[in-house]
Nanobody, 121 residues
Framework: QVQLVESGGGLVQPGGSLTLSCAAS????????MAWHRQAPGKQRELVAT???????KYPDSVKGRFIISRDNTKNTLALQMNGLKPEDTAVYYC???????????????WGQGTQVTVSS
């Protein structure tokens, strides 16, 4: 059994900062690529940031230069530092990871339950 648990969401004013955290636990052999996604009301879920096990990162233009994704492979944790937040960043943010539970295989995708981020004055 593998679990991803997010924390750190909340209400923040425009221009403010917030850091989200995600912790993976359970029967984990290896955590491969990790990512943050978000879903705003009435919209499709979108990719916010990705990070490989080696630390290579990618961002869409909508958050590039404002968001920073990072991870700690020794603790199986993921973080998202969000700066210069805008009202359009309001969404439920989800942690996602490809996790191997054994030596063989390519791993499976796991998702957290989501954490609400609201940007409003």
């Amino acid at each position: 059994q593998v679990q991803l648990v997010e924390s750190g969401g909340g209400l923040v004013q425009p221009g403010g900062s917030l850091t989200l955290s995600c912790a993976a636990s359970g029967n984990i052999f290896r955590v491969n690529a990790m990512a943050w996604h978000r879903q705003a009301p009435g919209k499709q879920r979108e990719l916010v940031a990705t990070i490989t096990r080696g630390g290579n990162t990618k961002y869409p233009d909508s958050v590039k230069g404002r968001f920073i994704i990072s991870r700690d492979n020794t603790k199986n944790t993921l973080a998202l530092q969000m700066n210069g937040l805008k009202p359009e960043d309001t969404a439920v943010y989800y942690c996602n990871a490809n996790i191997q539970t054994g030596l063989t295989g390519n791993g499976n995708a796991y998702w957290g339950q989501g954490t609400q981020v609201t940007v409003s004055s």
